[in-house]
Every structure is written in C-alpha cells, then in structure tokens.
C-alpha cells in the first residue's frame, strides 16, 4: 500500500534521511561561503611592497598642549600662541630641519584666506630659525598649479623673505606609502622627499568650510601631502582625513582663525564668504585643535565626524577643554 | 516492502520552490553589487596617472585670451580647461554642487593689469548645459545681501566678484583687490563675455508662481538634486518668506504628469514620517494636502496638477498653512 502523499506523514527513515540531506546542505554552503570569504576586501591585483616608513614627528614627553589666543595681527597671535604652550624652543631645537606643512591648495589672494596667510609663514619660519633650525622647507602639493598657487597666494614670497626653502612637487618626489590599518592610504604616492630629510613638521591651515566633509582645517590639511588622483577619496571623505591624520603624527600644528571661510568653501571667491574670528589656535593635539576650530565655523562634532573618528582611533582627543587650553588676548 | 512514494505535497513544492526563488534573488543581487565597490577601496589604476609635476601655468609668450579683453589687461597665466573628470582638480569638493546640477564644462583665466596695478582677475566660465542648470549653481551660492547687478536677469556683486548667469554659463570674476579698478575691469570683462557669447536667454517661468506677499527679494533658488535629503525631490524651485516675525520657506516642482505629483507628494510626506515626523489633519481648502509636524516645526505638502508644491521650517501651523494656501492658488491659475 502506498503512503498517501498529500497526508504529510514521515516515517522515522523519511525524517532521519531528509534531515541528514537538509543538514548536509546547509553545511556545504557554509563551507563554500567560508572558501570564497575575503576577509581583507578588494585591492590592487598586484600588492607593492614599500620600504617607506614615516616617523612619529610628536614630542611625546611634552604632552598634550593647546593655546587658545585672541587677537587680529596673525605675528602677534602666534608668538603668544606658542610661548603659552612652552615656547619654539619646546619644539624647535639647534640643527632641527623643519618642514613646515601649508595649505597652498589655490591660486588666491591671501585675502580671501582660502590659503595660509603668509604672515603665518614668514614669522613660523623666522621662529624656528630663530630657535636654532637648520632648516625650513616649505611645502604643498596644490590642487591647482603649485607655482601660481605659491605665487599668487604670497606663500612663496613670505617663505623666501624669511629664509626657508620653498619645495615644489615634482613627479620623482612621491614615494608609494601604506598608512598601517589604513583602508584606503594603501601604495598611494605620497610626497616623500621633502619629508625624508627633515625631524619636525609643523602643520598649519586656515579654518575654512568645506563642501564634502564640513571643514578644512589641520587634519584636512594634510591632503596635500597625496599625489595621484586623489580626489578619488572625496567619496570617503570622512575616512581619508582620518586616515591623513593617522599618516602624519606632527611636532606642532598651528589654525588660523584671524578669518574663517564660513561659506563656500573650500575655494571661496568672496569677501563675502569670511567672517573674523580674529582667533589664532596652537597645540600639539591635531584634533583637540580642529575640535575647536570647528567653533569658530558654528559646526558641532556631529557635523564633522572626521574628529569623532580620529579619536576614536587614539589620535588625540575631541574634548579640547580636558587639555586646560591656555587662553590670551592681543590688542 | 513499501517503496516510499517520492510524491510530496502541493504545499512542501510550493514551499521549496519559493525558497529556491529567494536564493536565485539574493544570488543576483550579490553579483551585481560586486560590480560596485567602493573605488577609493579598490584603487583601480587611476592612481598611476600622471601626478602634478609643478609645470607653471604662466606663458612665456603672449596667450590668447577666452573673453576679449580690455586695453590695460593682459593674460597672467593660459586658459584651463576641465570637464566632468577633472573639475575637482581645479575647485576640489566644491565639484559635486556642479556635478549634480548638470556641469558640461569649466574655462578658467587669470589676467593682470599691464602696469601700474598689483591686480589680478580670475574668470571662471562654468557651461552648465543650460539656463536652468546655470540658475541652480548661482543660486545656491548667492551670498546673502550681496548687491543685485544689472548685467543680465542674475547677476550680483560683492566687494571683490562678480557672479552672474548668462544663457547655459554661470560666471564668476574673482579680483584679488576689493577696489573700483577690480570692480570696473571685471564689469567690463563680464561685458566682454556677454556681449561675445550667443546663448539662449534664460526663462525661469516658476518664479513668477510664487505668492509676492512676503517673499524675501532675490530668495528664489534651484535645488537641482536631492532637495531637502529626499532623493526623489530634484528640480525643486524654493523662495524665503518673512511673515510678521516668522521666516519660512515655500517650494513647488513641476512633475511629467499630475498623477507623478501626487505621488511624490505621498512619498515625501512618508519620507519625513521615517525621520520622525507627526502627519496631523490638515484641515485645509487644498483637495490631499499634508500637514506634517517635524523637528518643531511644521511642513504643508500638496500637489496641483503637475506641481509638487508646500511650505517647510514654519515655527506657526497657521503661517505655513495661509502661505500654502495662498501658492495653492497661485499654482491653480498657472497655464
């Protein structure tokens, strides 16, 4: 007698061998997603192995420092800026080489603060030579063309008046580079020679809004250290200035906030765009500096999750009060 | 012995077979999402193209010039050129506002005082494609109390740049002095453009159906792409109000077809409920209109023929719903 199929019975045997077949189903398909699992995601066909390696540039026995200083003459701000936190002789010793990292990303006039203001250049230069330096380079790799950027943005001339040496990119100064856990900074060419021959960097960017990520300031600045077609990374925008700020651990950083960009960043075009803040920001913890420059945009850290990231990721931290930044005023 | 009959059920089949579809679906649609990783994960050879090697943009002989130029200026550096590709290597992450909103191409210059002056003038001719693509960038970047020019139907000034549209280009003159030689040679310059450029006059018809009472001067703006953060609100038309103390916003889109505005009505009103939004009885003299209250403030969404139109950031129920009220009626009467 046949077994009526549309009564569902199972007979133990029936059960037992559906129930093996079920399971050893499941199980090859587990094997095979395991086979064909990639823990390390998609990269270059070809990985290239690179020798090059940056140093720390931080002093760590200094400590986390920051100084907070009011005032309208960017010399004055920044030699207050900088004796708060122990003075360049903290930072800059005799036969130091320094290189001190601009924001030369457009051709603009200096007035329309989308680049370093040159007076930032020319007294940091004449501070650190001052202290015993025996060297100055500055550097960027633009965006636009680098000899009308440093030109027209008065970069070039305020650095060779005070005796630095100005650096522009060349095709043979990239070297491939890996941020270690880094994602995305993986054998990208990244402006090495200027960086090979110096012991300190000092970093220093105006306070600028930024279209993709919601600022431009320290972290951001370190783009121009990229080569290639980097502008790729603006779809991760968030990750690749964490990432920049990770690949630079810096001696020193220094945010122009005498003028912020509030608008239209990061290019600007107007005086319309700037607002004075008349606020000059020294310190050694790159994102307890950008945390507070986020102030002076009117952003929150929400707004900019770059600085939530990097500190998650150990790189300073975003609650800049916990450091008892030093607080000045400039007539 | 019984040979088991290997006939199953009409439901263990139906069962099975669903399941089997489902694994077919998921099996699709993983192999067409690993067409799409994320390039700047991927690194895909881009990166070996040629990097910036310094070379200086300032001739060395004479260059021609894109706009003709006024007797006491000369080009400072060659004309640039920049599609969709490369417009980010010339104005970084300002590219997408561009991008989403039609860009075709990009001409910059710069050009100096021949003697006597430090000043220098920067062109940037943007080709959006069209009028309205050109309206949708100068408008999202009009600088607020900026004063109106009358060069052509957009087109204002601040202090050291002009900013205007002209047919499908939208123009900035950016001067590295805030002086009156910078702001006459950069008149004469956009001049010089306009008059040599043929293009087809810009007509925006839409801002003519918002309600006059109110309306802040100059406030009509193009939101080309993602309006509000709503991905499906694109080509939306928006005009600021000051009603007694209040400032607020009216917007209104034109759709293919009525039954397309309806729709996007509905589903911009669900998109603002998934952010938390409270839909409340509308109560209004508008045939489906949405009263949405969100983030402490309130939104009136509606549809009238092709038009996808309403009223946001209102601070007052009753002023978003008069406002929308009065561009209901408006919209009514358009052709």
């Given amino acids: 007698m046949n077994p009526d199929p549309d009564k569902n019975d199972l007979t133990r045997r029936q059960f037992i061998t559906r129930a093996v077949k079920a399971g050893g189903s499941i199980a090859a398909a587990g094997v095979a997603g395991f086979w064909f699992h990639d823990s390390k995601g998609p990269g270059r066909s070809k990985e290239i192995e690179t020798d090059i390696r940056l140093p720390d540039f931080s002093i760590p026995d200094l400590g986390p420092r920051m100084s907070i200083i009011r005032g309208r003459n960017r010399a004055d701000t920044l030699r207050l800026a900088l004796k708060s936190i122990g003075g360049i002789e903290s930072f800059i010793k005799k036969g130091d080489r320094v290189l001190l990292k601009v924001n030369a990303a457009f051709a603009s006039p200096q007035m329309l603060s989308a680049t370093t203001h040159p007076q930032i250049v020319s007294e940091m230069t004449r501070l650190c030579l001052d202290a015993g330096a025996s060297s100055v380079i500055v550097s960027d790799n633009p965006i636009n063309d680098p000899g009308s950027c440093f030109a027209l943005s008065g970069i070039a001339d305020a650095a060779r008046s005070a005796g630095a040496q100005l650096f522009l990119p060349r095709d043979d100064a990239f070297k491939l580079f890996s941020v270690p856990e880094g994602k995305l900074i993986r054998n990208w060419p990244v402006l090495y020679d200027p960086l090979k021959s110096i012991n300190k960097v000092i970093g220093t960017a105006p306070v600028k809004d930024h279209h993709r990520s919601g600022a431009s300031m320290i972290m951001k600045n370190w783009y121009g250290l990229l080569g290639g077609r980097r502008n790729i990374f603006h779809q991760d925008i968030q990750t690749i200035i964490t990432e920049l700020a990770m690949m630079i651990r810096p001696t020193l950083v220094i945010l122009d906030g005498t003028t912020t960009m509030m608008t239209n960043g990061p290019t600007g075009g107007s005086l319309a765009d700037l607002k004075e803040t008349s606020t000059l920001i020294a310190g050694t913890d790159q994102v307890a500096v950008d945390a507070f420059g986020a102030t002076l945009l009117g952003r929150s850290l929400n707004d900019l999750p770059f600085i939530g990231m990097a500190e998650a990721a150990g790189l300073g931290t975003a609650d800049y009060q916990s450091l008892n930044p030093e607080l000045g005023i400039v007539d | ?335």
């Fill in chain 2, 1 to 335: 012995m019984i040979r088991e009959n290997q006939k199953y059920s009409r439901q263990q089949t139906s069962s099975s077979l669903a399941i089997l579809f489902i694994l077919i679906l998921t099996a699709t649609g993983i192999f067409l999402a690993q067409f799409n990783y994320n390039p700047a994960v991927l690194q895909k050879d881009l990166f070996l193209s040629p990097i910036a090697n310094g070379k200086d943009s300032s001739p060395t002989v004479p260059a021609e010039s894109v706009i003709p130029l006024p007797p006491d200026m000369v080009p400072l550096t060659l004309p640039e050129s920049f599609d969709a590709q490369s417009l980010s290597d010339k104005i970084d992450g300002k590219a997408e506002l561009y991008l989403s909103a039609g860009f075709i191409s990009l001409t910059s210059q710069r050009y100096k005082a021949k003697k006597g002056s430090n000043l220098w003038i920067e062109a940037y001719l943007y080709d959006m494609g069209n009028g309205q693509n050109a309206f949708a960038v100068f408008s999202a970047q009009r600088r607020e109390g900026a004063a109106m020019l009358d060069l052509t139907p957009y087109a204002y000034r601040t202090q050291n740049a002009l900013f205007l549209v002209h047919g499908s280009f939208y123009i900035e003159m950016i001067a590295s002095e805030a002086t009156d030689l910078a702001f006459d040679t950069m008149k004469l310059l956009a001049e010089n453009f306009i008059h040599n450029t043929v293009t087809q006059t810009v007509a925006i018809p839409e801002k003519d159906l918002f309600p006059v009472q109110g309306l802040v001067a100059d406030s009509i703006s193009l939101i080309s792409a993602d309006a509000f953060g709503f991905d499906r609100l694109d080509q939306v038309y928006t005009a600021e109000y000051e009603l007694g103390q209040e400032r607020l916003m009216a917007f209104l889109s034109r759709r293919p077809e009525t039954r397309a505005a309806q729709d996007l009505a509905s589903a911009y009103q669900k998109f603002l409920e998934t952010f938390g939004g409270q839909s409340l009885d509308a109560n209004l003299a508008i045939k489906d209109a949405k009263l949405v209250e969100i983030l402490e403030t309130y939104e009136v969404i509606f549809s009238c023929g092709p038009f996808v139109a309403g009223v946001r950031e209102a601070a007052s129920k009753e002023q978003a719903m008069n406002l929308a009220v009065q561009l209901y009626d408006k919209l009514k009467a358009a052709p």
